[in-house]
Protein backbone atom coordinates (compact mmCIF):
# COMPACT_ATOMS: atom_id res chain seq x y z
CA UNK A 1 0.00 0.00 0.00
CA UNK A 2 3.04 2.74 0.70
CA UNK A 3 4.04 2.53 -2.50
CA UNK A 4 1.10 4.56 -4.25
CA UNK A 5 0.88 6.72 -0.96
CA UNK A 6 4.12 8.45 -2.24
CA UNK A 7 2.70 9.18 -5.31
CA UNK A 8 0.54 11.97 -3.32
CA UNK A 9 2.32 12.45 -0.14
CA UNK A 10 6.12 12.71 0.75
CA UNK A 11 5.28 11.07 4.28
CA UNK A 12 3.45 7.77 3.26
CA UNK A 13 4.86 6.09 5.80
CA UNK A 14 2.86 8.24 8.47
CA UNK A 15 0.04 7.81 6.58
CA UNK A 16 -0.01 4.06 6.02
CA UNK A 17 0.57 3.97 9.93
CA UNK A 18 -2.47 6.15 10.28
CA UNK A 19 -4.87 4.11 8.28
CA UNK A 20 -3.45 0.69 9.04
CA UNK A 21 -3.87 1.98 13.21
CA UNK A 22 -7.44 2.70 12.40
CA UNK A 23 -7.92 -0.96 11.17
CA UNK A 24 -6.61 -2.12 14.18
CA UNK A 25 -8.94 0.60 16.63
CA UNK A 26 -5.77 1.91 18.08
CA UNK A 27 -6.92 5.10 15.50
CA UNK A 28 -3.18 6.56 16.91
CA UNK A 29 -3.79 9.47 14.43
CA UNK A 30 -7.23 9.98 15.92
CA UNK A 31 -8.78 10.06 12.12
CA UNK A 32 -12.40 10.97 12.98
CA UNK A 33 -15.51 9.79 11.00
CA UNK A 34 -16.43 12.45 8.21
CA UNK A 35 -13.75 15.13 9.04
CA UNK A 36 -10.27 15.84 7.21
CA UNK A 37 -7.20 14.97 9.51
CA UNK A 38 -3.73 16.15 8.56
CA UNK A 39 -1.44 13.28 8.73
CA UNK A 40 2.32 14.61 7.51
CA UNK A 41 1.71 16.54 4.11
CA UNK A 42 -1.56 15.25 3.52
CA UNK A 43 -5.48 14.99 4.73
CA UNK A 44 -7.14 11.84 5.80
CA UNK A 45 -11.23 11.54 6.58
CA UNK A 46 -12.78 8.28 6.66
CA UNK A 47 -16.30 7.65 5.71
CA UNK A 48 -18.48 4.76 6.48
CA UNK A 49 -20.11 2.49 3.54
CA UNK A 50 -22.03 -0.27 3.56
CA UNK A 51 -20.12 -2.28 5.96
CA UNK A 52 -17.03 -1.34 4.85
CA UNK A 53 -15.27 2.31 4.81
CA UNK A 54 -13.46 4.54 2.20
CA UNK A 55 -10.56 6.36 2.82
CA UNK A 56 -10.30 9.69 1.09
CA UNK A 57 -6.48 10.99 1.18
CA UNK A 58 -5.62 14.51 -0.28
CA UNK A 59 -2.18 16.11 -0.41
CA UNK A 60 -2.03 19.21 1.78
CA UNK A 61 0.30 20.58 0.27
Same mark, same amino acid.
Given at each position: ? /? !????? *???? #?? $?? &? /?? *????????? /?? #?? $?? #???? %? +?G? %?? *? $?? +???? #? &??I? /?I? !???
Amino acid at each position: M /E !AWIYL *ISRS #GD $KV &A /EA *IYSSWDDTN /EA #GL $KV #GTWT %T +VGD %TQ *I $KY +VPSN #G &AGIY /EIK !AAF
